[in-house]
């Protein structure tokens, strides 16, 4: 009885261990040193006591590189539902009583009217690089970090945010 007693709780040990290292990999970061490919000077991200990002850096670019990476960590699940929300996705996730919401936002054509307006947008203004930025600090992030709890709940696969994803939440927030 006692080795049984002694391997349950071992067992139990072993599992909450798992799980607080699970659980610990999917929390923010908030302080330390991290490595954000491109940039072309330092950048610093303080958080308030609220959890509110600020952010320096020396070039425009580098700024937006550095948002799209804090918002990636901070609401990248928010940022899926609204890509999905945008372009009739949610019921892949959520399933059939969702496939409603999905034909009204196909039917309204958010994501193709995004994915035109993304192939002839000018690539050589600064909104343009602005928004390549923050993208690339969205996907880095995506890229070195384990994806959230709720993607991992709702089997969702990380992909690539694109330009034609902005503009598709463009298009939905504007609704």
Do not use: C
Not at 12 to 22: E, H, M, P
Not at 53 to 70: K, N, V
Not at 118 to 129: E, F, L, Q, S, T
């Amino acid at each position: 009885m006692k080795r049984v007693l002694t391997l349950l709780v071992l067992l139990l040990a072993v599992v909450a261990g798992g799980g607080a290292w699970y659980f610990h990999g999917k929390q923010p970061t908030r302080s330390g040193e991290r490595h954000l490919a491109g940039l072309e000077k330092p950048v610093d991200i303080r958080y308030d006591d609220r959890g509110v990002p600020h952010i320096r850096a020396q070039t425009e670019a580098d700024l937006y590189r550095a948002l799209g990476y804090a918002h990636a960590q901070d609401r990248l699940f928010q940022m899926e539902l609204m890509r999905r929300l945008a372009r009739g996705e949610l019921a892949e996730i959520f399933g059939a009583k969702l496939v409603e919401t999905d034909r009204l936002f196909r039917t309204l054509r958010l994501g193709e009217h995004a994915e035109a307006y993304a192939a002839r947008v000018d690539r050589n203004g600064k909104p343009w690089k602005a928004l390549e930025a923050y993208l690339a600090g969205v996907n880095q992030f995506q890229d070195s970090h384990p994806a959230p709890l709720e993607f991992d709940l709702l089997g969702i696969r990380k992909r690539p945010f694109t330009a034609a994803d902005t503009f598709a939440i463009n298009g939905y927030t504007a609704y």
